[in-house]
């Protein structure tokens, strides 16, 4: 079993930047690929970012490529998301997903396991 965990949400103004966590528990975190995806009111949850698990490779919804960064560290097992120029739409509940790809990293039916999310509000 794996557990995920998110922290590093809240409340910044549209231009800031905030930096999301996710800290993983159980089996060997380096096996698995790690997504974000976020969800706002009334809409379906969404892919945000990807990163395989070697750590080469990274994968970005269009609007947030540019503005986000995916990143990892297989001692630490955590999982990062640097986000940038933040604006009112990427307001959301965010989620951190572990799972092994086999198709698309866009697709949430890759990853087995998820977080409880942790919400980012932006204002305008």
């Known amino acids: 079993q794996v557990q995920l965990v998110e922290s590093g949400g809240g409340l910044v103004q549209a231009g800031g930047s905030l930096r999301l966590s996710c800290a993983v528990a159980?089996?060997?975190?380096?096996?698995?690929?790690m997504g974000w995806f976020r969800q706002a009111p009334g809409k379906e949850r969404e892919f945000v970012a990807a990163i395989a698990r070697s750590g080469d490779s990274t994968y970005y919804g269009d609007s947030v490529k540019g503005r986000f960064t995916i990143s990892r560290d297989n001692v630490k097992k955590i999982v990062l998301l640097q986000m940038n120029s933040l604006k009112p739409e990427d307001t959301a509940v965010y989620y951190c997903?572990?799972?092994?790809?086999?198709?698309?990293?866009?697709?949430?039916?890759?990853?087995?396991?998820w977080g409880q999310g942790t919400q980012v509000t932006v204002s305008s």
């Open positions: 997903a572990a799972g092994y790809v086999s198709r698309s990293y866009y697709r949430q039916r890759e990853y087995d396991y």
């Open positions: 159980g089996r060997t975190f380096s096996n698995y690929d």
